[in-house]
């Protein structure tokens, strides 16, 4: 309509004057004219856009929609390395429960290393059984597991099993026949977390290459890389949203298993994000829902006999790979004695 065009007109020439408004009068005379000719064809329907003014407007009215839309959305976005003003505790803990975030194990004040082995935030006690409640594992990653603290038991087992073997061959020839295959890759002890630990990871303890796996392209991500993935207490911290893609990741990291603990509702703790903590059954339903894995009753109960943490306790579940459990009547998955010869060699 003649109204219509002539509203269009005016936001075009308003337009204009406020993208320059120092044009001089003739060049706003000009691109006022020019305006009406185009816009007045295109309310015919006859002219080359082929829409009134409304359908300009209304285009210019949804593009304006999406880009809101878009800063919307992407204000949502989760960064493990943001945490809430004044959030941050003088160990480094992110304390909030509105947004979550990552720990940075540093003091805040001088970026130094707030905790060695003696001190960590851990149950001792279930992190040096964990070698007996998985002892072929060889490579293990702690997603969430900050300076190694859940990790030191099995290089602590492993250095054991070591000196054994030292011990055993003292009397033995270190002359190796050259035809003999190279020495397997040493294990891996892997921890996942944002912030860069270096100096602070505990011995024997190294820190995967990717930080934010929350963000990260799955297809960059580990592929049944690890022998036993774990996660302790650690997704209550992260936004419920993103727990779908943290549990893709850490069912496609394992080659066997997965140790699994979260709090459960209206578990007290710092940063807690209250819809993030579940029920140990709706974990399990939502893990299990991928397919991939099944709970693993003996598993389960070993390490819950191996822990004293109420919560711990409370919280944990351990899951098998799905396609493991046929072959494994053992505790070790993969394929009986060709997968023992495997593990035993790296050790």
């Given amino acids: 309509s003649h109204r219509q065009t002539m509203t269009a007109i005016k936001h075009v020439r308003a337009a204009a004057s406020a993208v320059h408004p120092t044009l001089s009068p003739l060049l706003y005379f000009l691109f006022g004219t020019v305006a009406?000719?185009?816009?007045?064809?295109?309310?015919?329907?006859?002219?080359?856009?082929?829409?009134g003014p409304r359908g300009l407007l209304d285009g210019v009215a949804s593009s304006s929609s999406s880009a809101s839309s878009s800063s919307s959305s992407a204000s949502h976005v989760y960064v493990p390395t943001r945490c809430a003003d004044g959030a941050m505790s003088s160990e480094g803990h992110c304390d909030d429960p509105a947004?979550?975030?990552?720990?940075?194990?540093?003091?805040?004040?001088?970026?130094s290393c707030a905790y060695v082995e003696g001190n960590v935030p851990r149950d001792?006690?279930?992190?040096?059984?964990?070698?007996d409640v998985f002892p072929d594992a060889v490579d293990v990653l702690d997603f969430g597991g900050g300076p190694g603290g859940y990790l030191t038991g099995y290089r602590d087992a492993r250095r054991r099993a070591e000196e054994g073997t030292r011990t055993r061959t003292r009397t033995r020839t270190k002359t190796q026949d050259s035809?003999?295959?190279?020495?397997?890759?040493?294990?891996?002890?892997?921890?996942?977390?944002p912030y860069p630990l270096d100096e602070c990871l505990f011995e024997g303890v190294t820190q995967h290459r990717i930080l934010d796996w929350v963000n990260a392209d799955p297809a960059s991500l580990p592929d049944r890389e690890y022998d036993v993935v774990q996660t302790v207490?650690?997704?209550?911290?992260?936004?419920?949203?993103?727990?779908?893609?943290?549990?893709?990741?850490?069912?496609?990291?394992?080659?066997?298993?997965?140790?699994?603990?979260?709090?459960?509702?209206?578990q007290p703790g710092e940063g807690h994000v209250g819809p993030s903590m579940k029920a140990k059954s709706t974990w399990m339903k939502e893990i299990v829902s991928k397919g991939i894995l099944v709970f693993d009753e003996k598993k389960t109960k070993e390490f819950l006999d191996a822990s004293g943490d109420y919560n711990l306790r409370r919280n944990e579940v351990v899951?098998?790979?799905?396609?493991?459990?046929?072959?494994?009547?053992?505790?070790i998955g993969g394929s009986g004695a060709k997968e023992k010869g495997r593990i035993r060699a790296r050790l």
């Avoid at 000719?37 to 309310?43: D, G």
């Avoid at 943290?246 to 979260?262: E, G, H, N, P, W």
């Fill in 124 to 131: 001792a006690g279930a992190a040096a059984r964990l070698p």
């Fill in 319 to 331: 899951f098998r790979r799905r396609d493991a459990v046929a072959d494994d009547d053992d505790g």
């Fill in 99 to 111: 947004g979550g975030g990552a720990w940075t194990y540093r003091r805040p004040d001088d970026g």
């Fill in 233 to 266: 207490e650690v997704l209550e911290h992260i936004p419920a949203e993103h727990h779908s893609v943290i549990v893709d990741a850490l069912t496609r990291a394992t080659r066997k298993y997965l140790l699994f603990t979260a709090a459960h509702p209206g």
């Fill in 179 to 193: 035809s003999q295959p190279p020495p397997p890759p040493p294990p891996k002890l892997v921890t996942v977390e």
């Fill in 36 to 51: 009406t000719i185009v816009l007045k064809t295109a309310s015919r329907g006859d002219g080359p856009f082929g829409f």
